[in-house]
T-cell receptor, first 114, second 116 residues
C-alpha cells in the first residue's frame, strides 16, 4: 500500500539556518503530495502541495518539489525563524475519486532557537 | 477565515463507555473525514463521509466506530465501547469539492481522548 517516510526528528536549528526535511513516498499511481504543519496546540494546516511531477509547491518561504524519479518531496527553507517551530508532516493522497484519504509520514519536530 | 472546530478539546472516559466526538466542518464543504494519532505514532485515516454515507473506511474503523451527520452542521464520531488503545488525538477534516487527490483537506484542532 501507499506509505510516506520522513527523516527522523527532532530537528533543532538556529534562527536563519537552512532547513531540509526529507520525505520519500511509495505509491502505486500518481499521488498528490502535501506538507502539513502543526503549531503547538493547533490542528494540522496545509503548508504547500504539488499535484504532479516536477511541480514546486511554495508558501511562507518554504518550498518542495515533486520528484517522481526519486519518489521524494523534500521540504526546504532558506532561513528559518523561531516562529517556524512546529511539527511538519509529509502526506500523499492517491485516489482520484471521492473521499480520498491522506497517508501521513511520522512527522518531524522542528525547534528553532534565537 | 472559516475553520473546522471540534469539541471537546479533551475527553476522559472509562474503558467500556461510549463517547461521541463532535466536529463542525467548514459550512460549504462536502466531504468529511476522521483521522487519529496515537501518541508517538503517525496520523491514521479512519473514515471519509459524503452525502450522508461512508465513502471509504480503513481497517481501523471497525464495528465499534460509527459516524453521523445529525444536522446541517455537525459531524460526529461515536466509539461504542472504548478500549485503552482508543486513547489518541482525533482529528476531523473537510474538503470543499470532490474530495479527490488534489483537494485540500482542512483540519480541526483535534480532540484528545483518554481512556482509563
Amino acid at each position: 500500500g501507499d506509505s510516506v517516510t520522513q527523516m527522523e526528528g527532532p530537528v533543532t536549528l538556529s534562527e536563519e539556518a537552512f532547513l531540509t526535511i526529507n520525505c520519500t513516498y511509495t505509491a502505486t499511481g500518481y499521488p498528490s503530495l502535501f506538507w502539513y504543519v502543526q503549531y503547538p496546540g493547533e490542528g494540522l494546516q496545509l503548508l504547500l502541495k504539488a499535484t504532479k511531477a516536477d511541480d514546486k509547491g511554495s508558501n511562507k518561504g518554504f518550498e518542495a518539489t515533486y520528484r517522481k524519479e526519486t519518489t521524494s518531496f523534500h521540504l526546504e527553507k532558506g532561513s528559518v525563524q523561531v516562529s517556524d517551530s512546529a511539527v511538519y508532516f509529509c502526506a500523499l493522497s492517491e485516489k482520484e475519486t471521492s473521499g480520498s484519504r491522506l497517508t501521513f509520514g511520522e512527522g518531524t519536530q522542528l525547534t528553532v532557537n534565537p | 477565515e472559516p475553520e473546522v472546530t471540534q469539541t471537546p478539546s479533551h475527553q476522559v472516559t472509562q474503558m467500556g463507555q461510549e463517547v461521541i466526538l463532535r466536529c463542525v466542518p467548514i459550512s460549504n464543504h462536502l466531504y468529511f473525514y476522521w483521522y487519529r494519532q496515537i501518541l508517538g505514532q503517525k496520523v491514521e485515516f479512519l473514515v471519509s463521509f459524503y452525502n450522508n454515507e461512508i465513502s471509504e473506511k480503513s481497517e481501523i474503523f471497525d464495528d465499534q466506530f460509527s459516524v453521523e451527520r445529525p444536522d446541517g452542521s455537525n459531524f460526529t464520531l461515536k466509539i461504542r465501547s472504548t478500549k485503552l488503545e482508543d486513547s489518541a488525538m482525533y482529528f476531523c477534516a473537510s474538503t470543499e469539492t470532490g474530495g479527490g487527490a488534489a483537494d485540500t483537506q482542512y483540519f480541526g484542532p483535534g480532540t484528545r481522548l483518554t481512556v482509563l
